[in-house]
């Protein structure tokens, strides 16, 4: 179950959340057999570009006015209309699997593949990811394949 996907879900999702993002969830045994723990990428920047590259989150973006937006990295992620009648921000987590999420992209990465390995205990996640919400971020994964699982049956 654990080498289904590679996604994370809103906080506590109900039945129609899971199966609004059921196009977000993509085979994880493409980063989990491939790539070991330290091969993960280790700034904001790399760990963006892998997770637009696996269609997690969106490579482009456009503004309300179908804009395209450029997207900006430094203290917080943010995609950005350049056209002077917008001038419109949104962030990079609005709108797909990390809203509402505080986690930096780097430390989601890493927690994903660990949970796909079953490296999660408690003390290992606050030791080595830095982390004290494990238990949430488990609970999330297993309701994302709860919710990959349903998708794919209806």
């Given amino acids: 179950m654990r080498n289904l996907l590679f996604t994370y879900?809103?906080?506590?999702?109900?039945?129609p959340q899971l199966s609004q993002y059921h196009h977000t969830y993509r085979p994880i045994s493409t980063i989990s057999s491939k790539m070991k723990l330290f091969d993960l990428p280790r700034?904001?920047?790399e760990a963006i570009k892998?997770?637009?590259?696996?269609?997690?989150?969106?490579?482009?973006?456009?503004?309300?006015q179908e804009h395209e937006m450029t997207l900006y990295t430094g203290n917080r992620a943010r995609w950005v209309c350049k056209k002077k009648e917008c001038r419109v921000e949104v962030g990079m987590r609005v709108g797909n699997w990390?809203?509402?999420?505080?986690?930096?992209?780097?430390?989601v990465l890493r927690f994903i593949y660990c949970w796909c390995h079953e490296y999660t205990s408690i003390?290992?996640?606050?030791?080595?990811?830095?982390?004290?919400?494990?238990?949430d971020w488990s609970n999330y994964?297993?309701?994302?394949?709860?919710?990959?699982?349903?998708a794919s049956l209806t």
């Fill in 98 to 107: 990390l809203e509402g999420g505080r986690l930096d992209f780097v430390t």
């Fill in 43 to 45: 700034s904001e920047d």
């Fill in 123 to 135: 003390d290992y996640c606050e030791r080595e990811l830095e982390m004290n919400t494990t238990v």
């Fill in 141 to 150: 994964m297993r309701d994302v394949c709860a919710g990959y699982l349903f």
């Fill in 50 to 64: 892998l997770l637009q590259e696996r269609g997690i989150l969106p490579a482009r973006r456009l503004c309300a």
């Fill in 9 to 15: 879900h809103q906080l506590i999702p109900t039945q």
